[in-house]
């Protein structure tokens, strides 16, 4: 298994590329995808996700799905460190014909499990998913990463009320909580915090962690891979774009813009 060290080099990588990457575009969600970076690398590379990229359609794999689906980047960087298509296709990111689409196209790339990007839709397919993968009697299990603005989508809510009625054990959510989204604080559009006794109140067994500790983010996937007979979420408490925040002119929202040139230059300095 991959040292925490380990995964730290990885999250500075792929934060690398997602940098990379949208600011050649000129476009995109760096920001939000910056901040459930250790989530998606502890996922992916620190055990708890079961995969083969030379076979991405194993009726057995563990499927992840990316509802904050703007975060696109992000899966994309894992994917491709994950050897699902070589990492220069990276640099084709929201261009005309590309398959490095502005959100995830599952028809176009191998190791996509859902077409997102629609906030609030994302968990309603881990649900349908999970309770598909009870009936093949298979052992996959179901990870959906959600934005904590997106939980506002009254259909999030129907699917946590699903999830616990069929007790569906296969499925996880996590909660990236960086405390914002496209139209400012989250705790000003509607705060819905604390988040974990809202879970615990439909059944769900919750945990609420640092999101940008390794350890505790890959403490709690154990934790919830134990857990018998109702759905699991992880609230992880983000940044932002962490951990170059501090470069984006005090903006600490910074939603859907790529970084200048200098702010690149410096972001890719710190993550050397």
Sequence with gaps: MASIAD???KAKVIRRHIVASTTRAGSGHPTSSMS???IAVALYFGGALRYDPKNPTWPQRDRFILSKG?????????????GYFPTDMLASLRQIGSPIEGHPNMRRLPGLEASTGSLGQGLSIGVGTALAARLDQSPARVYVLTGDGELAEGQV???VMSA???RLDNLCAIVDQNSYQQTGPTAEVLDLRPLPPRFEAF????QEIDGHDLGAVRGAFKNAQETQ????????RTVK???????????????GKPLTAEEAEQALAMLA
């Design 7 to 9: 995964l730290q080099a």
């Design 36 to 38: 459930a970076v250790e």
């Design 70 to 82: 703007h975060a696109a980047p992000l899966l994309y960087a894992v994917l491709a460190e994950a």
């Design 157 to 159: 809510w129907e699917a």
């Design 164 to 166: 616990a009625k069929y």
């Design 203 to 206: 059944g769900w067994f919750a």
């Design 229 to 236: 007979g109702r759905p699991s979420v992880i609230v992880a």
């Design 241 to 255: 774009g962490y951990p170059i925040q501090k470069l984006l002119a005090g903006d600490p929202n910074h939603h």
